[in-house]
């Protein structure tokens, strides 16, 4: 029998997969003589953690590219295969959809439907509407129990309502606004990797105040545009390229880019491992450091604690960041890239892996951002989230000689 199980961001899957294989609860309790495999995103860092720490091709071994140089949708293809080359008679998804397209994403439910009618599936979710149509049980896990709906429609009646945020976001302590009208230009920028030609004659002006959301399929060259912007790539230098009023190779440097960004994206917060309070994890971001190291000033702590209001988490600003959820993290991480309201603000995947209430307070929280700042903001997700209000879309459409660059005013 085919199941999901609702959870929230807070929740550790991994305990709750061994507390699931050890039947701790009744509905569950099959699964402690059963053969089982997991499919997860973390189930994978494994594997790639294994292939650059060990050497063990596992998930590879019959491909001339590393786990780690695959796309995300590559990955999770490799993962499966391996899986069903096992003898498991249950497979454990946690969000099977992360990271992927509209298109892989229809393929990947078209073949775990099919897989779905040979063998078990335990779907562990954050959102409730991607519960496969073979379902056949729904549950929500909260407060450590296992509770039973009694159909899919109860089941998806739990997602969360729209959210709106009352409070003003605070303003800066210092105003980094330049006196130019365009912030990032590109003009006729065609990359390529390898002799594969990835972008081509991509046109793009990002002004002040503006709030874009940046799509396109896995593959189409966001990262690889993101990374022009942010100076992290070679491939702007001898383009007509033009950051924050200077030309790509014309005197910039990395760090001055960097004072004039505000950047999240998730795989950010495995880089802050120290023991940092909340409150001074986001106090570092006016100081675009990994932590704070610095005694900060009554100032800062009051902007701090103005942005811990809004989030809900006043009381806690002297807990360590370590110990918050994932969800919590992210939302520090993305009030830590707002705090000293730069020029351009980058969210690149914000929202994967929370659950439905915490991405209704976190579409929220940036449309409120975007609407009340001058920053301008970029905002790049596979999914369209319910809510989101941004004024333009660039859309990257694939073709044999590189992405082209489309502009939709939604």
């Known amino acids: 029998m085919n199941s999901a199980i609702l959870i929230s961001s807070q929740t550790k899957s991994n305990d709750l997969i061994k507390s699931l294989k050890q039947g701790v609860w009744r509905e569950f309790e099959w699964l ?43 990955r999770k293809n490799a993962l499966l295969n391996y899986l069903l080359q096992r003898t498991f008679q249950t497979l454990i998804l946690v969000n099977p959809y992360d990271n992927l397209d509209t298109e892989k994403v229809g393929l990947l439910k078209t073949k775990l439907e099919e897989i779905g009618n040979r063998i078990q599936l335990v779907q562990l979710l ?25 159909d899919r429609q109860t089941f998806l009646r ?25 912030l990032i230009s590109f003009k006729k920028v065609s990359v390529s990797f390898n002799g594969k030609q990835v972008l081509q004659n991509i046109c793009w002006d990002i002004r002040p105040g503006e709030f874009w959301q940046l799509r396109g399929p896995n593959g189409s060259g966001k990262s690889t545009l993101l990374n022009m912007i942010t100076g992290e790539s070679h491939k702007g230098y001898g383009q007509d ?39 001074n994890m986001l106090i570092s971001g006016l100081h675009d450091s990994v932590g704070l190291y610095q005694k900060p000033s009554h100032k800062e702590q009051e902007l701090a604690l103005q942005w811990l209001t809004i989030l809900n988490m006043s009381s806690r600003k002297n807990d360590y960041f370590h110990q918050l959820s994932q969800g919590e993290k992210r939302l520090v991480m993305t009030a830590r890239a707002m705090i000293k309201h730069p020029p351009l603000l980058i969210l690149d995947e914000p929202t994967v892996g929370l659950d439905d209430n915490r991405i209704n307070f976190f579409v929220a929280l940036v449309n409120k ?42």
């Open 241 to 279: 390229l033009t950051l924050f009023g200077l030309k790509k190779g014309h005197g910039e440097s990395i760090w001055d880019i960097k004072e004039l960004l505000g950047y999240f994206t998730p795989a950010m917060i495995d880089r802050f491992r120290g023991y940092h309070t909340i409150e």
């Open 126 to 150: 954050t959102r409730a509407s991607d519960a496969l149509e073979i379902t056949q049980s729904y549950f929500c896990f909260r407060n450590s129990t296992i509770e039973k709906f009694a």
């Open 158 to 182: 739990t997602q969360a309502n729209h959210t709106e945020i009352a409070n003003q976001i605070p303003e800066p302590i210092e105003v980094l606004e330049l006196p130019i009208k365009t």
């Open 32 to 74: 402690q003589n059963e053969e089982v495999g997991i499919f997860s995103t973390q189930e994978i860092e494994r594997f790639i953690e294994e292939e650059e720490i060990h050497d063990r091709t596992t998930l590879t071994e019959n491909s001339a590219q590393s786990l780690k140089s695959m796309s995300s949708g590559e």
């Open 369 to 410: 951002f975007a609407h009340d700042s001058r920053s301008a903001v970029v905002y790049v997700s596979h999914r369209t989230e319910k809510g989101l209000r941004p004024q333009k879309c660039f859309d990257l459409l694939p073709t044999k000689e590189g992405s082209k660059g489309l502009i939709n005013i939604t």
